[in-house]
């Protein structure tokens, strides 16, 4: 993993959009998705190379707000949870030649767990990596433009958006936050009750 991050942030082999850029927009369709439980743990996280620090508490806050600001937009009729692992970060630190540009970067494995269910979704967690937002700041890297806690807003807005994009993918795919016919007749993603019989007199 550390070898991997250190060639994402030496290089910037990821490129990344702005994360937060379309939260006032209506969010994707996501079939009957509603995020209920939104855990987070760092414990094992690792500080990349070149990077400043981050406090266990601070990667725990920073991913879950940013997942709370995403997800919180879905108003579906089952819920849905998210179990996700802090795993790796590098925050960008001045003071490093020009020449390396290093970049900032965020590593999470995400599992979501359905409700209902009981069960995972996904068997093996899905690993995600983003960098930060490549924008005039990132020509000499975020170290010079940002202090810590931003670039960490801006890797976990990054983040929740991979997320988002993976969970569209899973859904168009494996079918995922599609409810189940019961007892009616499933009009697009909602499932309506059959009305009842007219009484003749």
């Known amino acids: 993993m550390m070898r991997l991050m250190f060639g994402l942030v030496l290089l910037g082999l990821l490129g990344a959009c ?10 994707v369709p996501l079939g009957d998705f509603r995020l209920e ?23 725990v806050e920073t991913v879950k707000a940013a997942m709370a600001q995403r997800f919180g937009r879905y108003q ?4 849905y949870h998210f179990g996700i692992s802090v795993e790796g970060y590098v925050l960008a630190q001045p003071g490093v030649p020009l020449v390396l540009a290093p970049k900032s970067a965020l590593i999470l494995n995400v599992t979501v767990w359905d409700d209902a269910a009981g069960a995972k979704l996904n068997d093996e967690p899905k690993q995600i990596t983003v960098l930060e937002t490549f924008g005039a700041g990132s020509v000499i890297g975020s170290g010079f433009t940002l202090n810590a806690q931003e670039q960490l807003d801006q890797l976990s807005q990054n983040a929740a ?5 993976y969970l569209v993918k899973q859904q168009a795919e494996e079918g995922w936050f599609v409810p189940d016919p019961v007892d009616g007749t499933v ?11 007219a009484v003749v007199n």
């Open 18 to 27: 702005g994360g937060a850029a379309d939260l006032e927009e209506a969010p």
């Open 37 to 59: 439980h939104n855990i987070v743990v760092a414990s094992k996280a690792t500080k990349g190379p070149l990077s400043r620090d981050a406090s266990e508490e601070q990667l």
């Open 76 to 79: 579906g009729a089952s819920r």
């Open 161 to 165: 958006k991979a997320v988002e994009r």
């Open 187 to 197: 009009i697009g993603t909602l499932t309506r009750p059959l009305p009842e019989p």
